[in-house]
């Protein structure tokens, strides 16, 4: 079984296990855990920040981050199909009493034009625009990269109307092995970001929230509220130790062999790709099919993968499957599509 779900499916290496039951642990929440303190402090120098902070999980990184830059009754513009507005189950709202008022984009760049368009005035009926967030690399868009001019353009702009800006940088590394452009400068002038390391880098579990040491500071006790605070977690961060030290070297392996399986689907009847627009790990098939018949199809032809929606398949790349995986993907199609 080819498992092109998400990156999320990998299992640890041996390197991992080794090191994770090697571990030197402490109480973290007590901030004695020196496995945690190391990948937290690598995490803020890899990423030009002053500190970081360990979370089980993307969504809790993400969610950190919106509750630490906003209030009760704010408004956070957001892409239209951004993670925190499709796949957090509403915790903007349930959590902090913030809506997400979505902003159409290109391949997962809103413009810069309708962003500003979409900040609020000074009105008594108008929720306080408290938060820009910005998702790269876009998932939903195909693991696309929002272009750094974007992203400048956004900050600037950020900038010039008093407000914060967040990156959802789940999968931040594939941008930087994308464009060339080291993940520092990506997230230059935003205020908090989270890195998953449990995606494209590999590790079983974890993702880090980085910004300044003021901010960080708060997100510990949002950690702490929402449950987060773990205990000996330098179990489990010995292993994002080594997938933020090693995760990288091989992504651009993943963004080839997606560009491969992209122009073995190309062409296919009743589907529809441009191998071109294929940037990072990520494959977004469009289907005229229904997409989760079709997802049931290609399992039982040992390809897994996910509909995102009725008329789109996602494949993802990943360090836990190679070209066979592509051959298998290929095959499958042409069976079910052609």
């Known amino acids: 079984m080819h498992d092109l779900r998400s990156d999320t499916v990998t299992r640890p290496t041996p390197e991992m296990r080794a090191a994770m039951a090697a571990a030197e642990v402490g ?51 957001a892409e239209a ?30 413009p810069v034009e309708a962003v500003e368009r979409a900040l609020r005035g000074d009105d008594i009926h108008y ?13 939903y868009s195909g693991g696309s990269v929002v272009p ?20 959802d940088g789940a999968r931040l590394f594939h941008a930087e092995v994308a464009s060339g452009v080291p993940a520092a400068r990506w997230v230059r002038d935003v205020e908090l970001t989270s890195i998953c390391l449990s995606k494209g880098l590999g590790a079983p579990v ?17 950690r702490k509220a929402l449950g987060g605070g773990m205990r000996q977690a330098g179990v489990i961060a010995a292993a994002g130790l080594l997938a933020l030290r090693d995760g990288t070297a091989r992504l651009a392996d993943d963004h080839a062999r997606a560009r491969a399986l992209a122009l073995e689907l190309a062409d296919l009847p009743g589907a529809r790709i441009d191998p071109a627009a ?3 790990n990520i494959v977004v098939l469009h289907v005229e099919r229904e997409a989760h018949e079709l997802q049931d199809a ?41």
């Open 27 to 77: 109480d973290d929440v007590l901030g004695e855990d020196p496995t945690v303190r190391a990948l937290e402090e690598q995490g803020a120098e890899r990423l030009g920040k002053q500190a970081a902070l360990f979370v089980p999980s993307g969504t809790m990184g993400n969610q950190i981050c919106l509750g630490a830059l906003t209030r009760p009754g704010d408004e956070i513009v």
């Open 81 to 110: 199909e951004s993670h925190a507005l499709y796949n957090e189950v509403g915790s903007a709202a349930r959590l902090w009493g913030c809506q997400i008022r979505p902003v159409p984009g290109v391949r997962g760049a809103m």
């Open 127 to 139: 929720p306080r625009t408290g938060l820009i967030s910005i998702e790269q690399t876009h998932n």
């Open 148 to 167: 750094l001019e974007t992203v400048d353009a956004l900050t600037a702009l950020a900038r010039r109307r008093g407000l914060p800006v967040h990156v």
């Open 206 to 222: 974890g993702s880090l929230v980085v910004g300044s040491a003021e901010r960080i500071a708060v997100c510990r006790k949002l």
């Open 278 to 280: 294929v940037q990072t």
């Open 298 to 338: 290609f399992a039982r032809r040992g390809v897994l993968c996910l509909a995102l929606d009725a008329g789109r398949l996602r494949f993802v790349l990943h360090r836990d499957v190679g070209d066979e995986a592509v051959h298998a993907v290929a095959a499958a199609a042409r069976s079910e599509l052609s």
